[in-house]
């Protein structure tokens, strides 16, 4: 082999490994073709051009794989893709329901027998035992079934 394909075959492994370290952490299919290119190229150094070339290409992509490891890994780096703000988002949690039943609201589409309603300024999916509920009617609430909210014409 050429030299020419020997540092083409280092030069894409080398940024192969940059972008794994560097640009997309976590893969490692792309760091792993890097190192096999890197092996690759190093061997070939070896077998063609000599074991002093070989050994300089093997310092050399050691040193340069230090690098962006150590440029890769610096706290400045990962945060940019660590995952940092807390979620503090909540749901609705069906053992503590905020509609109690008794309660009494207002459509505000047509029951049919699902739809949306107004409870004290908080809409809801709510549901019937199957009758339709024209929108702007007055509803109670009978029960919490499960993630459900039923309701009847009041």
Known sequence: MDWLTIALLLLFGLLFVAAEVIFIPGTTIVGIVGLGLLIAGIWLGYRDLGTPWGHYMLAGSAVVIGILVYVGLR??????????????????????????PGTVGRTLSALRPAGTALFQEVRREVVTRGEFVPAGAEIRVLRIEQNRILVEAA
């Open 75 to 100: 706290p400045s780096n990962l945060s940019r893709v660590a995952l940092t703000s807390v979620n503090s988002a909540t749901v609705q949690d069906i053992r503590r329901p905020d509609v109690a």
